[in-house]
């Protein structure tokens, strides 16, 4: 394949090609924050104050009052704790079961977290590809049909095109970027709580 194809083939590419992956991507980005800033918002509990009532209730034998105090929550962290106490003896299927519902529980929290991270990453990248097809295309209409107002015009259609991409690749990556690092913080934030959970257990 000739160089003129190449040009020909990436100076045929219509503008709405390399925009539609950005906008399924916008789609895609905020659809998760939605859905996870709800996922957080509904598993923000005091997990240390419930473990505290939980522990009270272990050490007096009663883990039937234990498991009816976490009727009242929901979430993988709440999950993971009713699953311990559902295994808590002997001691050896207690320790499995801590390893078990302790990783069910990160893996639930950590969700999406790639999605939101890929697509912060690849945005800009479409962006820039709308940004190279559109300067090609004014180039090449500049180069073949010369310094007319013709040419001039579509090299001014090209550079629009470029500027439009960018942008948009730009308005998806930035949020996402932004809701990515505080992801990072809330599943950090659960893991910590997890991990004392998993010692309280352990240490029991």
Known sequence: MGIDAIVTFLTSVPIWA????????SIISLAVIIE???FYRNINFNYRSI???????????????????????SGPV???IREILINFNPIETRQISIISSARHAVEAIERSVAIIATIATISPMLGLLGT?????????????MGAGTQATNLLALGVSETLITTVLGLLVAIPSWMFY?????????YIHEI??????????
């Open 18 to 25: 390399t925009m539609a992956p950005i906008i399924v991507c």
């Open 132 to 144: 190279v097809t559109g300067l090609l295309k004014g180039f090449t209409a500049l180069y073949r």
């Open 36 to 38: 996870r800033l709800v």
């Open 51 to 73: 473990m505290d009532s939980v522990i009270v209730h272990l050490k007096e034998g009663n883990t039937n009052k234990a498991q009816a105090l976490l009727e009242e929550y």
């Open 78 to 80: 709440i999950r993971s």
């Open 195 to 204: 991990d004392y959970i998993s010692n309280i257990f352990a240490k029991f």
């Open 181 to 189: 690092n505080y992801m990072v913080a809330r599943v950090e934030h």
